[in-house]
């Protein structure tokens, strides 16, 4: 079984080293998608340089969301309920605009998904252990620093499944625990 880690992308350099250098040993592939468009709808440039990355350039592959999605909704009204649908539109983009690149994998092989700060422990009995197809990852929640751990709430973060399980990365993403 491989493992290939999924994740989107702003322009969080540091967040995302940390995140390669910890799962570096454990993963096969890292697939990085970013978009020329925020959560908002505004252009923006792209971030992502592989070149940063030099220790996992091999293992990386980048790609580039260049469209708006289907179904974006026009705002004449200033109305905050569309702006926020058009906001979950983009991040479903993001999520299943990476399908694409796991479409070789194995069927046993493991898809993750997470956003750069969640970064599931495959360290853990639990997970070692496992022989389920789906796996929602409890991990730490720290409050915009490493050094502020907040543990009055358990966050289940990263969601992962074997490929013969996935039906698309928003389901993925919006799986629920028990």
């Known amino acids: 079984m491989k493992i290939i880690d999924c994740t989107t992308y702003y ?24 978009s020329n468009f925020s959560h908002s709808g505004k252009k923006k440039s792209l ?3 592989i070149n940063n ?3 996992f350039k091999d293992k990386i592959q980048y790609l580039v969301i260049e469209n708006e999605p289907k179904g974006i909704k026009e705002n004449l009204s200033n109305s905050s309920s569309i702006k926020r649908m058009n906001s979950i539109l983009r991040i479903e983009q993001s999520y299943d605009f990476m399908m694409d690149a796991v479409k070789d994998a194995s069927d046993d092989d493991l898809i993750c998904l997470s956003d750069n700060d969640e970064i599931p422990n495959f360290n853990s009995k639990h997970f070692k252990e496992s022989k389920n197809d789906i796996f929602i990852f409890k991990q730490l929640f720290f409050y915009y620093k490493f050094n502020l751990f907040y543990d009055l709430m358990p966050w289940y973060g990263t969601k992962a499944c074997k490929k013969k399980k996935l039906l698309s990365f928003s389901w993925l993403r919006n799986l629920k625990n028990k």
């Open 47 to 49: 971030n992502f340089n």
């Open 11 to 34: 322009s969080e350099d540091l967040m995302l080293d940390v995140r390669f250098n910890i799962l570096n040993v454990h993963v096969d592939k890292f697939i990085v998608a970013e």
């Open 53 to 55: 990355f030099p220790k």
